[in-house]
Each structure stands twice: as C-alpha cells, then as structure tokens.
C-alpha cells in the first residue's frame, strides 16, 4: 500500500483545500502533554519531516503541548514552510508555574499568546488559531464572545488570516460564528465518543471543517471489542479502523492522529486508503449508540 496522506481526500481548511488527515503535535511532547520536552528531539524532528514527506499539510499544535516546546520544534524541522502547509495554533490556556493547565482568556493574554507563536514559528501571520475554550474533553456552556472579539482584533491588524474555536458546544459555536467567520471546530471525537454528531452534519452543510480531535480516545484510549474485531476481520490495527471510520463518517471530519514514531505515522496515514464496507460501519456505529437528530446552526 502507498502511503500518503492525499489518499484521505481533501476539504477546506484556512480558506485552502486541505489534506483530510492531518497531524496533532500533542504526543511530541513528554508524558500526558504536561509541559516537557520531547523525549527524543532527533525522533520528534524526523515525524514532523516525514508528515511534510507524506503529504500532511495540516499541522496542529499550541501551548497545550508545552509552552513553546513544540512551536520551536516545527520551526527547526520545517521552517522555510512549504506553501501548502497549514499550521494551525490553539490559544486560550497556558501552564504555570505549579505544573498544572490554567484558562488564559484575557485580552493581554490571548495577545501575548498569539504574539508568541508569531516569534516561536519564525512566521509574521498565523494561518488559523483555535480559541479553546474550558472543560477537560468535554465543552462546558461558555460564551466564547469577549475572548473570540479579542482575535477577531488581532484578525483585522493582520496577525491572523482565519479563526476557529475549539472544546465548544453547538450554541458555543453559533455565538462565535456571530462575531467572525469560522473556519473550523475543533472538538474531542471519535468513534466511541459522538456526543457531536449533530454539530458534525450541521457544520458539514454549512462547509465548515469539524477536527477530530484525540481521535483515537486520547486518555484513556478507545477500548471496545467491535473495534478489535473488525480490526482483525480487515487484518490491521484498531488505530487504523477509529480513523477510518472518522474519514467515512463526514466529508468534512479532518482527523489530527498524534504520534511520537515514524512508524506509527507511516501506520496512521494508511487508514487514508481503508474503505470500510456497510457491515464494518455498522458494527462500529454501535460503539457509540444512537445518533442524535441533527442540530441548525
């Protein structure tokens, strides 16, 4: 099988067609994200690298990997990027001094993290940045309005080309589209955890991206028999299978896999070229129960 990523297909990201299976930079980093350095540079270097081989043009990251420990490394493994790369950034936390992940919504804060991924990714405009709001995994009801006018700001003095939200609920989303344009949600989903199903289809008439985020479960990871045994009917891995899935469930579902190895990378971007059957999909719909009717934006 050839790997790359254009096998996925492509929708709109940041005002560019996009490659659907992008990569998330979270794992780069040391244990549970918790603000340490790669555990290997040289390895975390080589991934970013084979992502850009591979066709990845769609990288995520921010200070949730590690203030600045990442944003650094993609700047020393990539840097001059190549025009297609898409480098999303996600502000709105930072981590402090305790070792413990604190909201930083403020308008001196959000600025000073806009501004310093500008320094650290060597770049003079972000591409999209993600205003990610509170709750761990799952979104709370939060206006995102006072913090999502602040880079609507930064937007119009031309620090920013695009803005989409992260961790938000359906009226989260709704509120943030009355303010600026959208490209993007960016929320935990995967095929055992579809909470978001109606934001999902409602985001996909609209034409607007909806990024898996932790598509494979994250922590803990997805641990469901159905997943193992279609796994080993189609003989291959369940990582493979979640996104799969996550590719044939919407066309508009850009799934963002993290990875510290370059063979799992390589493994990853192969679930670009799985076709799950009907019977496939049903089993693995059952994981995560009945569908919610969909929402209206």
């Known amino acids: 099988m050839t790997i790359t990523a254009e096998r996925s297909g492509q929708y709109t990201l940041g005002g560019r067609l996009t490659n659907r299976l992008g990569y998330g930079t979270m794992r780069l980093t040391g244990p549970d994200a918790a603000g340490r350095p790669p555990p290997d540079r040289r390895t975390a270097t080589a991934v970013l690298r084979r992502a850009v081989d591979l066709g990845v043009d769609h990288i995520d990251t921010g200070d949730y990997e590690g203030p600045h420990k990442v944003t650094d490394l993609i700047r020393k493994a990539l840097h001059p990027y190549p025009v297609e790369l898409t480098i999303v950034t996600d502000v709105g936390a930072r981590w402090t001094s305790e070792g413990r992940w604190v909201e930083a919504l403020s308008p001196d804060e959000l600025t000073r993290a806009v501004q310093d991924h500008l320094d650290h990714l060597g770049v003079d405009v972000l591409d999209v940045v993600n205003l990610h709001m509170p709750g761990l995994r799952e979104p709370v009801e939060r206006s995102p309005a006072e913090p999502l006018e602040t880079l609507a700001e930064l937007q119009q003095q031309g ?139």
């Open 159 to 297: 620090l920013i080309r695009h803005l989409g939200v992260s961790n938000v609920t359906t009226q989260g989303f709704a509120e943030a589209q009355a303010i600026a344009t959208i490209v993007c949600v960016q929320n935990h989903y995967d095929v055992a955890h579809r909470h978001d199903d109606p934001l999902v289809d409602a985001l996909a008439r609209a034409g607007i991206a909806f990024v898996a985020c932790s598509p494979l479960g994250g922590f803990p990871p997805i641990e469901a028999p159905a997943l193992a045994r279609v796994a080993a009917v189609l003989e291959t891995t369940e990582t493979e299978v979640a996104l799969a899935w996550l590719l044939a469930r919407s066309p508009n579902i850009l799934p963002i896999p993290s990875t510290r190895s370059v063979a799992h990378l390589e493994q990853n971007l192969e679930a670009g070229a799985r076709v799950l059957g009907p019977v496939e999909l049903r089993e693995l719909d059952r994981i995560g129960g009945v569908v919610e009717p969909e929402a209206d934006l």
